[in-house]
């Protein structure tokens, strides 16, 4: 089992900078890989960002791509979302996730995080 909890949320002017954290807990988490995705209101889970275990492969979307850094500390266990030059179209609720794979695709993930809220004023 595999517990994450995701900080660092608020509200931002556009423009601005936020960075999120998910700490990681349970077997074997380090080694697995892992995502960002996010959730408007009415809106579908989308992906935001991936990495693999051992950092080598990083994976963004379209939308947050050139803006948002994706990174993680083995030591710590912990993956970070530098997510900079926000947007009101980033407001959402952004969950970390988990899973043996690194993947863009919610369904390949095993473990969530409770989500943090992310907004974004114009």
């Known amino acids: 089992q595999v517990q994450l909890r995701e900080s660092g949320g608020g509200l931002v002017q556009a423009g601005g900078s936020l960075r999120l954290s998910c700490a990681a807990s349970g077997a074997s988490s380090s080694k697995n890989g892992m995502g960002w995705f996010r959730q408007a209101p009415g809106g579908e889970r989308e992906f935001v960002a991936a990495?693999?275990?051992?950092?080598?492969?990083?994976y963004y979307g379209d939308s947050v791509k050139g803006r948002f850094t994706i990174s993680r500390d083995g030591a710590k266990n912990t993956m970070y979302l530098q997510m900079n030059n926000l947007k009101p179209e980033d407001t959402a609720v952004y969950y970390c996730a988990s899973g043996l794979v690194t993947s863009r695709q919610s369904r390949n993930y095993d473990y969530w995080g409770q989500g943090t809220q992310v907004t974004v004023s114009s």
């Open positions: 990495i693999n275990y051992n950092s080598l492969y990083k």
